[in-house]
């Protein structure tokens, strides 16, 4: 999907958020992080490594 | 005295034939006016005045019929009313064109940004339905029966929009346009059960 999509969803990190976590909210299952991982490598080095604030889109 | 009678007759036919010879060119003349003048806007009259038109292509015929029989003043009174009919018609012709014109560009502008956010739309959905069909379980607030909803509407969605795009591209604007907000308010429908927030 494109970035400058306006119907993309987007979610802003909060301490103690995942991947995992965060695919299970939007998704329902952790496993689909990877979804969310390929999305943003464009700002994300690291699946593991996530920082507050950083905006994420939801795929 | 019979004799007197018979040149008074005589002489008030050809009064009258020639009175009615001499109304013939003007006659003849105003119906070839009559005629050049619905010509140049007849194909704009058959769509913007069909029922004025009809009734005006009646007057020529009776105008015709009259020719015909040789009653050329009938002809050249009844010319000038017809001829205001005209230009009457003329004016109505014109008013309505320049308003099918102006729906036709109010449309052409509403179809650019319908077709700039509907794809933007169907992309951001599929990628979506894409993910969630790969799911284990759902989000939780997304039941089953809205899953299967949304997976139904997203299809229905799509191909009213190809029907739209393609009756945009047979010249169909303003049907196209219709049918493009329906599938927009569906879109939209279909993000809200989806949970996704539009950015903008």
């Known amino acids: ?59 | 005295m019979r004799i007197a009678n018979v040149f008074v007759a005589l002489a008030a036919t050809t009064l009258m034939l020639a009175g009615c010879a001499s109304q013939k060119e003007p006659a003849e003349k105003a119906l070839a006016q009559v005629e050049s003048s619905v010509a140049e806007f007849r194909a704009d009259a058959e769509k913007y005045a069909l029922d004025e038109l009809q009734g005006v292509d009646e007057s020529i015929a009776r105008l015709k019929n009259s020719v015909a029989n040789k009653d050329y003043s009938a002809v050249v009174k009844a010319a000038p009313a017809l001829n205001s009919t005209i230009t009457a018609l003329k004016e109505t012709i014109a008013t309505r064109k320049a308003d099918a014109e102006a729906m036709m560009a109010a449309a052409q502008s509403e179809w650019t940004d319908l077709s700039a956010k509907v794809p933007q739309m169907v992309e951001a959905i599929q990628s979506r339905v894409d993910t969630l069909g790969k799911s284990r379980k759902l989000p939780k607030d997304m039941d089953k029966a809205t899953w299967e909803t949304v997976k139904t509407d997203f299809e229905t969605m799509k191909t009213e929009w190809t029907d739209a795009t393609a009756q945009f591209a047979s010249g169909q604007a303003g049907e196209a346009v219709r049918k493009a907000r329906e599938v927009k308010a569906k879109g939209d429908q279909i993000l809200g059960q989806l949970g996704m927030t539009p950015s903008a």
């Open chain 1, 1 to 59: 999907m494109s970035t400058d999509n306006p119907y993309a969803q987007y979610h802003v990190v909060k301490k103690g958020d995942t991947l995992s976590k965060i695919a299970e909210e939007y998704y329902g299952d952790k496993m689909l992080y990877t979804k969310i991982f390929e999305a943003n490598k464009d700002v994300l080095q690291d699946p593991n490594k996530i920082q507050p604030g950083q905006k994420l889109r939801i795929p």
